[in-house]
Nanobody
Framework: QVQLVESGGGLVQAGGSLRLSCAASGRTFSSYAMGWFRQAPGKERECVATISKNHISTYYVDSVKGRFTISRDNAKNTVYLQMNSLKPEDTAVYFC?????????????????WGQGTQVTVSS
């Protein structure tokens, strides 16, 4: 069982930055691939970025490449999402998720545990 708690969301102007954190409970955090997803009102949940359990392999959706960076600190049981050059279209609830696998996935159904989400609002 893994519990995930996101933090770091908020209101920011376009062009600004935020860093999201996701703290995981338990001693097996390093056994999980991790992902960040987002869901805007009226839209389907979208994979933003993922990272393998050894933090070597990463994936980014095209719309955030070059602006967002996913990282993890297995010693702190935490995964991060650094978001730069934010745009109004990045506005959404952001969720972190854990997958009991070495490999990352951009498919939400592949993930076993989810956090409650944190709101990110980017004003124009």
């Amino acid at each position: 069982q893994v519990q995930l708690v996101e933090s770091g969301g908020g209101l920011v102007q376009a062009g600004g930055s935020l860093r999201l954190s996701c703290a995981a409970s338990g001693r097996t955090f390093s056994s999980y691939a991790m992902g960040w997803f987002r869901q805007a009102p009226g839209k389907e949940r979208e994979c933003v970025a993922t990272i393998s359990k050894n933090h070597i392999s990463t994936y980014y959706v095209d719309s955030v490449k070059g602006r967002f960076t996913i990282s993890r600190d297995n010693a702190k049981n935490t995964v991060y999402l650094q978001m730069n050059s934010l745009k109004p279209e990045d506005t959404a609830v952001y969720f972190c998720a854990a997958r009991a696998s070495f490999y990352y996935s951009d498919i939400s159904e592949d993930y076993d545990y989810w956090g409650q989400g944190t709101q990110v609002t980017v004003s124009s």
